[in-house]
């Protein structure tokens, strides 16, 4: 029993670390696509506010700018979660290759004969020195 628990124990540690990394590396990934996606908000802001005092583009021009950086917004967070799906199956892919790799401790061969008509059944009854006189 002890021995079951101990492996469950550590099995549920290795568990958490894997998860723990997969966490991360998922805060990392969605931080540097906000990162990347305020990045060019602001620089459509910026340059739009630059062309039009400069008189090269219309107030219409600027927020086309803006607009269309925000429709990639859409875009860019599905391809990020498609490419989490792809992490996932890969990572199912290589558990079932080690699956696929796992040998059989039992072998089927040459074992005990069991007969193919019904098996007997006996039962024996024990009496302890206790239950003797009732």
Same mark, same amino acid.
């Given at each position: 029993?002890?021995?079951?628990?101990?492996?469950?124990?550590? +099995?549920?540690?290795?568990?958490?670390? +894997?998860?723990?990394?997969?966490?991360?590396?998922?805060?990392?990934?969605?931080?540097?696509?906000?990162?990347?996606?305020?990045?060019?908000?602001?620089?459509?802001?910026?340059?739009?506010?630059?062309?039009?005092?400069?008189?090269?583009?219309?107030?219409?021009?600027?927020?086309?700018?803006? +607009?269309?950086?925000?429709?990639?917004?859409?875009?860019?967070?599905?391809?990020? +979660?498609?490419?989490?799906?792809?992490?996932?199956?890969?990572?199912?892919?290589?558990?079932? $290759?080690?699956?696929?790799?796992?040998?059989?401790?039992?072998?089927?061969?040459?074992?005990?004969?069991?007969?193919?008509?019904?098996?007997?059944?006996?039962?024996?009854?024990?009496?302890?020195? $206790?239950?003797?006189?009732?």
């Amino acid at each position: 029993m002890d021995f079951s628990i101990r492996e469950l124990f550590r +099995h549920q540690s290795t568990i958490l670390g +894997h998860n723990r990394k997969a966490h991360f590396k998922r805060w990392i990934i969605e931080n540097a696509m906000g990162f990347a996606l305020t990045l060019g908000s602001l620089l459509a802001i910026t340059s739009g506010y630059w062309l039009f005092s400069a008189g090269l583009v219309t107030i219409g021009t600027v927020y086309l700018f803006v +607009h269309y950086i925000n429709l990639l917004e859409e875009p860019f967070w599905a391809m990020t +979660h498609e490419i989490e799906s792809f992490q996932t199956i890969g990572a199912c892919v290589e558990r079932l $290759t080690e699956f696929r790799n796992f040998k059989a401790e039992v072998v089927n061969g040459v074992g005990v004969e069991i007969p193919s008509k019904p098996l007997s059944l006996s039962l024996r009854v024990y009496l302890s020195p $206790t239950t003797e006189g009732l």
